[in-house]
């Protein structure tokens, strides 16, 4: 079935280091990928996402790149700040498939 | 612009207890899922309901029960709860179509002693 690889955390950053959080993925087809953030006591919300093949999402400073050939969506922020502290979730959701697939989450603490 | 809303936000439980979790959505979303998050398990799929009137079986189901009472409303019954459902339950909803995203609810911490 369709599966989806993050790397553990947590990530620890001092404010302004680049940010690359890794993210692999097993499906059949072509699903489209997302970024979900989870702020602490909070749902969670979309980051951004990539709809097929080569597209880059974006949203806030932060950037994922659809990589079909390597089965990736790597989310990256060139300089992180302490408000971006959350824990970072990767999903897929396959053509004419309703569910999402979520990876495990990677922490992200930033200290000034 | 509520989106989704989850009641309660907390409960305790005893062992063989049940309860009822509700959630209700304000966008005219088709399609309404039941998620438990575990330290180190990400997000665990429990039921979801594709469109009103359906619903099926995630990775998790065991333990559960759901009833998509109308467009709006989805929620998610434990019949006798055990430590074992001790989680945080978030419910999401979305179009149902393409690639559209999904909004979650605040969540529900359920502890069962």
């Known amino acids: 079935g369709d599966s989806v690889t993050q790397m553990e955390g947590p990530v620890t950053l001092s404010e302004e280091a680049f940010l690359t959080i890794n993210c692999t993925y097993t499906?059949?087809?072509?699903?489209?990928l997302f970024w979900y953030v989870q702020y602490p006591g909070e749902g969670l919300q979309l980051l951004l996402k990539?709809?097929?093949?080569?597209d880059k999402g974006s949203n806030k400073g932060f950037e994922a790149t659809y990589r079909k050939e390597t089965t990736s969506f790597h989310l990256e922020k060139g300089s992180v700040q302490v408000s971006d502290s959350a824990v970072y979730f990767c999903a897929l959701k396959n053509t004419g498939f309703q569910k999402l697939v979520f990876g495990t989450g990677t922490r992200l603490l930033v200290s000034p | 612009n509520a989106g989704v809303t989850q009641t309660p936000k907390f409960q305790v439980l005893k062992t063989g207890q049940s309860m009822t979790l509700q959630c209700a959505q304000d966008?005219?979303?088709?399609?309404m899922y039941w998620y438990r998050q575990d330290p180190g398990m990400g997000l665990r799929l429990i039921y979801y309901?594709?469109?009103?009137?359906?619903?099926d079986k995630g990775e998790v189901p065991n333990g559960y029960n759901v009833s998509r009472l109308n467009k709006r409303e989805f929620s998610l019954r434990l019949e006798s709860a055990a430590p074992s459902q001790t989680s945080v339950y978030f419910c999401a909803s979305s179009s149902g179509q393409g690639e559209g995203e999904a909004f979650f609810g605040q969540g529900t911490r359920l502890t069962v002693v």
């Open positions: 499906a059949t087809g072509y699903p489209s």
């Open positions: 990539a709809t097929k093949a080569d």
């Open positions: 966008m005219n979303h088709n399609s």
């Open positions: 309901s594709a469109s009103e009137g359906t619903t």
